[in-house]
């Protein structure tokens, strides 16, 4: 143990030890480490065996993970006790969180490397000790995928999120049994296969799913014909939703904010706001049509904008913010930070004092001298929302400032 707590691992080597070293995997194999005598040879087979194992796994993914996993440089990191773990170059703070359990992994919302705050996307380097901060509240989610480089890291993060997905899917599996059986239909495989074909979803796992979040309403069911028990889907299907989208002219609102449509007219009409990214001003948007509800406006961002456009690009519609200050919209911002006296009395100051921006709610949650605050304010537009974010990072100890979409919370 080095000065202020921090663990130093020195290796002295021959210059014939370190022609080996850098030549090939095989200079791991006489290297012991750990009080278990642990081979790291053996260690490293361990991890290929635990790749080849993921069901889910595809030969392209493989191919990638390896090399990321186990053919990249590696660097040598410390636990509190100061127990060696060796990742990836580029490795990050919840690379190493998932590299001790999958639990501590799951729960992380940050660390502390070589005693100081750091998120969990913070990358790490050779001979840095790592305190890892969790909180029961906190679960994965896609945005992960996109800081982890590791093999073990990306499969536990996306197992959590399908089983995410099958809990929620549950919900909509028992709401398509109702309907169908109200129809007369059984609910069985073959009825199953004609919505998971008629919906143009990937399996019924998101055929579910979609019914459970509101994507799908299952209306277009009184056009199917049933046969016995059976469902029969009607013959066409592109030939209405196009129909459906001609003969869409809604009619102004006053109580609604205003939308430029792009298209033959430049009309302003009424719409709603998608719930799954909660859009407001400023944001890339677009507009889709749904049955019975009109536009509904999503960020191109949105989780699910790839899918609609995909599978129903007839029904999507350019669309672009209309110049409104006078009407404010929900948004919710996460704050992490040290904790610290007078910091909730700052972070209100700023907002309701300086910027005169409405609050609707405020949470805010402490572990280990780490706070964690969710906020729901109301803003004009992505202007406005961008320099609250701004002015809050500058505050002393403030660490995260991001939006999130308020339906979450």
């Not at 380097?125 to 890892?132: A, K, L, P, T, V």
């Not at 590791?150 to 197992?159: E, L």
């Not at 911002?333 to 309701?352: A, E, F, R, W």
Request: include cysteine.
């Amino acid at each position: 143990m080095g000065p202020q707590g921090r663990w130093v691992e020195v290796q002295i080597r021959t210059k014939r030890m370190n022609e080996i070293a850098e030549k090939g995997l095989a200079a791991h194999y006489k290297y012991k480490e750990g009080s278990a005598n642990e081979d790291r040879f053996d260690k490293w087979f361990g991890q290929i065996r635990e790749v080849i194992t993921s069901q889910d796994t595809d030969s392209v993914d493989f191919l990638q993970d390896f090399k990321t996993s186990f053919l990249a440089e590696e660097i040598y990191v410390y636990t509190p006790k100061g127990d060696v773990k060796m990742l990836p170059v580029g490795s990050t703070a919840l690379d190493f969180a998932f590299s001790i359990h999958s639990a501590i992994g799951s729960k992380c919302i940050g660390a502390k490397v070589n005693h100081k705050l750091v998120p969990i996307s913070h990358k790490l380097r050779s001979g840095d000790q790592i305190e890892i901060i969790t909180s029961n509240k906190q679960k994965p989610s896609e945005d992960w995928l996109n800081i982890v480089i590791t093999q073990k890291a990306k499969a536990k993060i996306k197992d959590a999120l399908k089983e995410e997905k099958r809990k929620i899917a549950d919900e909509g599996k028992y709401i398509a049994q109702r309907k169908l059986e109200g129809l007369g239909a059984a609910f069985h495989q073959h009825n199953i296969d004609e919505l998971v074909t008629y919906y143009k979803v990937p399996s019924q796992l998101d055929l579910f799913y979609e019914i459970a979040i509101k994507r799908i309403d299952l209306k277009e069911l009184k056009e199917f014909h049933v046969l016995g028990d059976k469902l029969e889907a009607p013959k066409v299907i592109k030939t209405e939703a196009k129909t459906e989208l001609t003969e869409y002219t809604p009619k102004p609102s006053a109580k609604d904010s205003e939308l430029i449509i792009f298209g033959e007219s430049s009309d302003k009409i009424m719409y709603n706001l998608a719930k799954c990214c909660n859009p407001i001003p400023g944001d890339d948007v677009f507009g889709f049509v749904t049955t019975g509800k009109g536009l509904t406006i999503h960020r191109t961002s949105c989780p699910n904008a790839a899918q609609m456009m995909a599978n129903y690009g007839h029904r999507v519609v350019k669309t672009k913010w209309a110049k409104n200050k006078e009407i404010s919209f929900l948004t919710g911002l996460k704050i992490v930070g040290l904790d610290d006296v007078g910091v909730i009395n700052k972070i209100t100051n700023i907002i309701s004092g300086d910027m005169k921006i409405n609050i609707s709610a405020l949470s805010i949650e402490s572990t280990e001298g780490l706070f964690e605050g969710n906020i729901r304010v109301f803003v004009h537009d992505k202007e406005e929302l961008e320099e609250l974010v701004v002015r809050l990072k500058q505050l002393n100890g403030i660490q995260k400032v991001e939006r999130y979409d308020t339906e979450k919370t």
